[in-house]
């Protein structure tokens, strides 16, 4: 049986030259476009790699291409095999 603790995680996604696109346009419109793909692209792979239901997804990170989600050790270990996932850490909150 895998760990079932819910734990707070950040996932860091591997190069991709449409988001490199969009982050150069520095209009209002680019901006918009940029945080709709992400979020997009971050749902597709949580959608595709774990069970529906089983996570949530906390942010989209803009600034690099990430985002946070609340998961397990197990299903974070799902999500380090994901296409375009380069690192999957977990959150440590200082003591």
Do not use: W
């Not at 476009?33 to 997804?57: C, F, I, N, W």
């Amino acid at each position: 049986m895998g760990c079932t603790k819910i734990e707070p995680y950040f996932v860091f996604m591997s190069y991709d030259p449409e988001y490199e696109r969009l982050r150069a346009d520095r209009t209002k419109r680019g901006g918009h476009e940029l945080d709709l793909y992400l979020s997009r692209k971050h749902d597709e792979l949580l959608a595709s790699t774990l069970e529906t239901g089983s996570y949530k997804k906390t942010s989209s990170l803009v600034i690099i291409d990430g985002f946070a989600v609340e998961i397990t050790e197990d299903q974070a270990n799902e999500l380090r095999s994901g296409k375009g996932v380069r690192v999957v850490e977990k959150n440590e909150v200082p003591v």
